[in-house]
């Protein structure tokens, strides 16, 4: 899918020079079986790694063909006799959001966050999460197709198990399409974190109506992974952070044909 920027769309000589269009033509299909990106582990995956105090934000197109999916993970690595936990993304048996924040890298202190809504099966959807670092069921939001979702509104729930007072840095590997031995059966484009809690606006502008958009000028942008753009095929294995901080993932129990161009 090409997207236009706002001088294309004015067109012929009125477009300003060097005006060039956003492209999104590739996605990543994941198997359910085998199949994941390890994108290693980075301290800036970690919320408020900067301590800068802003919040933490997810932003990704998906489409799952059934529920129970898993989708974003830096959760369950094994060091020193224990797992240690940071968060998951995920739907849930009845086909709904949840984000799981731990704390004390422990899941014995969590707060599950999770959408009413029940995302549409084989259908491309846009998710944005935001945390703010807070500790009430207010300071999680999440906006599905540019629809906000929050306890205030109605359409989330929060619950807190345990003592929840922050999330830890740990060992953890972030993964796409991966919990534990469990691989989720997804199509995963345009992933983003960021070192803040985006504004409603600002998810509602990344939704842009059903269309993928550039994200580089957001502020505290610190993960990109375009899952294939632009180059297609030719980048396998690996999946180049578009971020200022590089920090590549690697298709693993994944072929090339596993980047297709089905994309929102």
Do not use: C
Not at 36 to 45: C, M, P, Q, T
Request: proline share 3%; glycine share 8%.
């Amino acid at each position: 899918m090409k997207i236009l920027k706002l001088g294309q769309m004015l067109g012929g000589s009125n477009a300003p020079s060097g005006a060039s269009e956003f492209e999104n033509l590739y996605s990543l299909s994941f198997d359910g079986v085998d199949d994941y990106v390890d994108l290693g582990d980075a301290d800036v995956f970690t919320p408020n790694n900067s301590g800068a105090n802003r919040g933490m934000s997810f932003s990704f197109w998906t489409k799952i063909p059934s529920l129970q999916e898993k989708m974003i993970n830096k959760s369950y690595a094994y060091s020193l006799g224990s797992y240690r936990f940071e968060y998951r993304i995920q739907t849930t048996f009845e086909g709904k959001l949840l984000l799981t924040l731990y704390s004390a890298e422990t899941s014995s202190n969590r707060i599950d966050f999770k959408t009413t809504t029940v995302l549409s099966l084989n259908t491309w959807h846009h998710v944005s999460l935001s945390w703010n670092l807070g500790l009430t069921n207010a300071d999680i939001v999440a906006h599905l197709d540019g629809v906000k979702h929050s306890v205030a509104n109605g359409n989330a729930t929060w619950n807190e198990v345990g003592t929840f007072t922050g999330v830890v840095n740990t060992i953890n590997p972030l993964e796409f399409a991966k919990l534990l031995n469990v691989y989720g059966q997804i199509h995963l484009d345009e992933v983003a974190l960021f070192d803040d809690a985006i504004s409603d606006s600002t998810a509602v502008s990344i939704y842009n109506s059903g269309s993928p958009t550039d994200l580089s000028s957001i502020p505290y942008l610190i993960g990109w992974w375009r899952n294939g753009d632009t180059a297609g095929t030719s980048v396998y294995p690996t999946i180049t952070d578009d971020s200022s901080n590089s920090n590549d993932g690697t298709m693993t129990n994944m072929d090339s044909g596993d980047i297709v161009t089905d994309v929102p």
